[in-house]
């Protein structure tokens, strides 16, 4: 009964800030790794962070390295992600997972929080 909920998106212009955020039930999620994905029309499911359980250790994928920053609050059982410097190409659906760098998380994907970055 693992279940993710997204939120948080929006329009934002470039280099602009959004803050996603997943709410996470049904396991102990201070336990485990979280990831975020991101879904653009005709595109695969493409990987963009993941963090330890502890909220320590952290990674990205490159396109994002240095604009984003994901986080945790494990007291709220929460995943966050904050956005800044947004590009166009950054317009996508945003999922979250349990999970380390993984685009198919067994417990599989939130319903998504959709950003788009336009001016």
């Known amino acids: 009964q693992v279940q993710l909920v997204e939120s948080g998106g929006g329009l934002a212009q470039p280099g602009g800030s959004l803050r996603l955020s997943c709410v996470a039930s049904?396991?102990?999620?201070?336990?485990?790794?979280m990831s975020w994905a991101r879904q653009a029309p005709g595109k695969g499911l493409e990987w963009v962070s993941s963090i330890g359980g502890g909220g320590r250790a952290t990674n990205y994928a490159d396109s994002v390295k240095g604009r984003f920053t994901i986080s945790r609050d494990n007291a709220k059982n929460t995943l966050y992600l904050q956005m800044n410097s947004l590009k166009p190409e950054d317009t996508a659906l945003y999922l979250c997972?349990?999970?380390?760098?993984?685009?198919?998380?067994?417990?599989?994907w939130g319903q998504g929080t959709q950003v788009t970055v336009s001016s």
């Open positions: 997972g349990k999970g380390w760098r993984s685009t198919t998380p067994a417990a599989g």
């Open positions: 049904g396991f102990t999620f201070g336990d485990w790794p």
